[in-house]
């Protein structure tokens, strides 16, 4: 009983903490003016995917804030190179491609979110066995 | 003005999505609270609870797996003399009969009911309701022709039913196959999402789990009140659901009943078994939308999950929609700048995929179950999705097509091919 209530408080402590870095650095991103809107909402919809669907999960804290950082790393040099190569084929493709691209984005962000999700709960599974052992 | 009404379809097609997509959280959030507290706690089994229990098996061509399935349906534990099990065999061609009469000869608790060219091959819950009258058993349990239970799998549904308002039991389906090839194993994990989280989750709220049509039981008694399970419909079992309870009674889910089943292996019986899921749904959505609603046996919370529920599989149609009217915008007036909500289609479009499950509840489904290398796969869900939206889409044309044309009565029932190809190691069941 008392194991059960500390894994449940620790869980509700990871995710406030998560959810607190996170709106904190959502407003920092929005009202920057040097991150265009569209990564802030592509950096908004990763963070507020991942804090409540990998914090409250057994696993250390450090762990899954380094994996958050991690994440917004990923995410930084994925649009990074996106926008360099959308730049380069709008200026030789023009409106076509820019329409395509819009349509494509959120499904081309939506795959990194996705595979580093995964790949993070395989990480948390990992350090939970061995933790176990 | 076209902009402006083209925006104001948008930002409403996104409320059904967010909506469908908190409902899923809550379930996943649940789950995991769930687990944690059955992590340290006894549950109470009511062992003593042991009713005479009816078996139907229903089989129209199943040469190549009944016999698997008849040969655990002999090891099951539950007491013999208090166990029917009836082989339905549905105007089978092949050796199904031949197969089903060596067991009736070989076990007491055996019967084979044959049916005619004339009387059978129209589908599962008419085989069903035409052995109705042989049923003893004051509880009946359903198996299909592919399934492989636990042994002790009677003894766990049955016990639920020690509560007088539960008419009907779910136990887990898990894939049997799964190795086979990726669309087996794409199949294996929309089954972890479906029901080690939806359906858990919706048992532990006191909502609506769905009752699957296989690996189940129900009350006996009640389903003669309720008239069998009904023919004109393609999926007899979410009909049976509502029935169920706008009846007043309630569906539990028990976890631990697991029975295997051996899932499609081609994306055309993908498309053909889910076609007749989303077309049943929808068919089930039409008639007991408003009853749902307006039901005074179905507290607030029931209505809402069975107002979702029943909607489920119009979600993709709408998502294809949402994305069309996306594009259009952009089209219409390219320079208006970025619309944040445009995030919100991409995101629903992972999430329709069997019980309707959004990705993350496939991912926390396969890490209760510690399926740590099914998580690699999760990122390859997005063709299972964009699949899905094209079945329902067409499900939902054809649908309305039959409706204004005015094509009524049963559509075929497409049956799935089963061809017993992984072998069972008992010694992990």
């Known amino acids: ?133 | 003005m076209l902009v402006e009404v083209l925006e104001a379809l948008f930002v409403a097609l996104m409320v059904p999505v967010t909506a469908y997509l908190i409902r899923h959280y809550i379930f996943t959030l649940a789950v995991l609270q769930y687990d944690q507290r059955a992590k340290n706690s006894q549950e109470t089994k009511s062992a003593s609870y042991q009713p005479v229990v009816s078996v139907l098996i229903p089989a129209h061509n199943e040469e190549q797996v009944i016999d698997r399935t008849l040969s655990r349906m002999a090891q099951l534990g539950y007491p013999k003399n208090k166990l029917q099990i009836i082989v339905i065999d549905d105007a089978s061609t092949d050796r199904t009969e031949e197969i089903s009469e060596q067991y009736a000869k070989l076990y007491d608790c055996f019967e084979v009911v044959h049916r005619s060219k004339e009387e059978g091959g129209h589908g599962k819950a008419s085989a069903l309701n035409a052995v109705l009258p042989k049923v003893r058993g004051e509880i009946i349990v359903c198996f299909d022709a592919d399934y492989y239970p636990q042994k002790d799998v009677i003894e766990k549904l049955v016990r639920m039913f020690v509560d007088a308002k539960v008419g009907a039991v779910q136990g887990r389906v898990t894939v049997l196959n799964e190795p086979q090839n990726v669309v087996t194993r794409l199949v294996a994990l929309e089954r972890i999402g479906g029901y080690r989280v939806d359906q858990q989750a919706r048992d532990s709220l006191g909502l609506i789990p769905q009752f699957g049509g296989t690996a189940d039981a129900v009350r006996r008694s009640l389903l003669e009140r309720l008239g069998g399970w009904d023919e004109s419909v393609l999926t007899e079992d979410t009909e049976l659901t509502f029935r169920i309870y706008l009846a007043g009674y309630k569906v539990r889910y028990v976890l631990d009943a697991e029975s295997y089943e051996e899932a499609v292996a081609s994306w055309q019986a993908y498309w053909k078994q889910r076609y007749r899921w989303a077309k049943g749904h929808m068919q089930v959505a039409f008639k007991y939308l408003f009853k749902v609603l307006g039901s005074k046996k179905l507290r607030l919370r029931e209505k809402i999950d069975g107002l979702l529920l029943l909607n489920v599989y119009f979600m993709p149609v709408l998502a294809v929609f949402s994305w069309a009217i996306g594009v259009a915008l952009f089209l219409l007036n390219p320079s208006k700048s970025f619309n944040p909500l445009w995030f919100l289609p991409s995101i629903s479009l992972y999430s329709f995929v069997g019980n309707f499950a959004p990705f993350f509840e496939v991912g926390i489904g396969a890490y209760l179950d510690r399926r740590t290398r099914a998580y690699w796969l999760i990122p390859l869900l997005l063709y299972t999705f964009l699949y899905n939206t094209l079945i329902c889409t067409k499900a939902f044309i054809d649908l309305l097509l039959g409706k204004i044309l005015g094509r009524s009565g049963q559509d075929s029932w497409g049956k799935t091919m089963h061809f017993g190809r992984m072998r069972v190691r008992e010694q992990e069941i």
Not at chain 1, 21 to 36: D, K, P, T
Not at chain 1, 40 to 47: E, L
Request: charged content about 10%; proline content about 2%.
């Open chain 1, 1 to 133: 009983m008392v194991l059960e209530m500390k894994c449940v408080a620790s869980s509700v402590w990871h995710s406030i903490l998560g959810f607190s870095i996170v709106v904190i650095a959502s407003l920092l991103f929005w009202f920057s003016s040097v991150i265009s809107k569209e990564f802030a909402t592509m950096f908004m919809v990763f963070n507020l995917l991942f804090v409540p669907l990998t914090f409250p999960l057994d696993g250390l804290l450090a762990m899954k804030l380094l994996l958050l950082f991690a994440g917004n790393a990923v995410g930084f040099v994925w649009n990074s190179m996106l926008w360099a190569f959308s730049s380069v084929m709008a200026s030789q493709f023009g409106e076509a491609f820019n329409t395509a691209y819009f349509v494509l984005s959120p499904f081309l962000n939506l795959v990194w979110i996705i595979s580093f999700w995964s790949v993070s709960l395989t990480v948390l599974s990992k350090s939970k066995n061995l933790a176990r052992r």
